[in-house]
C-alpha cells in the first residue's frame, strides 16, 4: 500500500474495541448508522467487528462492507486460518479491505497465553500474515501487549512479518502500561532497528488504564507512527481506547509542532458523534471529558468567566464552533460575578443601569433564592 508520509491514519475501533465493552452492544443497522457518520468524520480506517467472535459481529461486517465505500473496512482475527477464513468471506463486499491478525509478542504473553515459545509465536505470526495476505492485499498485524514485549523480540517480530507481507504494523499497548517516554521510545526504536519498516505503516493502539492513552499515542506520532487506532470518547476494553476527538484536536491545537501531518477528520462532528455514540451504546460520557464533556467549554468561576468575558482566548484554547457547539457556557454559580450576571440579563434583552445592575448583583450573592431564579431565567 502507498502511503502518505504527511498524513495521520485515523483508524477507528468504536465498533470493534469499543463495541466489546459489557453493555454497548450494537443492532446491525445502528452499526451502520455510526460508519457512515465515521465515513462523513472522514476516518481512513473503520474496524467493523471480529468476524469469528459470533453470528452478529460476522452479519455486520458484511453489512458495513456493503454500506461503505470509500473508507477501508477492517475485520479482527487471531493468527490461525479458520479466523482468516471467516474474515476474508465477511469482507468479500468491501471495496477496500483489511485483515487485521496478530498474536501476543510479550513473554507474558507467550508463556502464560500460549503456553508457547517465541521461535514458535513468530512461526505462527508470519504464517497468519501470509494467509491472510493470500485473500487481501491490506495486512495489519498486531503484536499484543507489545508495550511489555522484549524490544529486540519485538523488533524481530515485526520485520518477519512485513516481509511476509503485512502492510500496517500495529504495536498495542495491550494493557495500557507504558508511560510516553517508554512507548515513543520504543517506536522509535522500531523505526530504527526494522530494516524493512519503510514498507509498512506503524500503527499505535493504546489503551488508557493509567490514563496514558491519549498522551501515549502521541508520542507515537512524534516518534514515526503514522496510524492511531482510537474510539469516539474513548470507549473500549477496560478504561477505555485512545480517545479520536482528543487526538484529533491536539493535531489540530499544536499543528506547528506536527510539521505538514495532518488527517482528514472534520472535527465540527465531534460533539454529534459523541452524543449519537453514547446514547446508542448506554455509554455516559464523564462531564469533565475534554473535548466533548459537558463541561470542556463550561465557565463557572467569577474569574475565568471575568477574563473569558473580556477576550474569550483568556481561557479558551479551542473554539466551541471547531467542535460543533454554538457557543461557550457561562454558568452561573455562587462564584460568579457581576461580569456573568450582566452577560446573561443582556441576552435575555435586560440592559440595566449601573445601580440597579448593582442591586440585581446583591440579589444574585447574597440571597439564595433569588439565585435560583436567576439562573432559571437564564
Ligand atoms: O488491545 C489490543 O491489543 C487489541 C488488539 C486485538 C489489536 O485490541
Ligand atoms: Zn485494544
Redesign the pocket.
Known sequence: MLHDPNHLYIFD?TL??GEQVPGCQLTTPEKIEIAKDLEKLGVDIIEAGFPVSSPGDFQSVVALSQAVNDVIICA?TRANQNDIDVAAEALKYAKRPRI?T?IGSSDMHIKYKFNSTREEILERAVAAVKHAKSYVEDVEF?A??AGRADLEFLAKMIESVIAAGATVV?I???NGYCLPDQYGAKIKYLKENVRNIDQAIISA?C?NDLGLATANSIAAIQNGARQV?CTINGIG?RAG?TSLEEVAMILKVHNQSFGSLTSNIDSRMFTYLSRKVSEMMNMPVQPNKAIVGRNAFAHSSGIHQDGFLKHRENYEIIRPEDVGLDEADIILTARSGRHALKHHLERLGFHLEKMILQIAINAFWFWPTKRKIFVMMT
Open positions: 475501533t470493534r474495541d479482527l487485521h496478530g498486531y499484543e501487549d500495529n498495542p499497548d495491550t493502539h489503551h487506532e476494553e481506547n
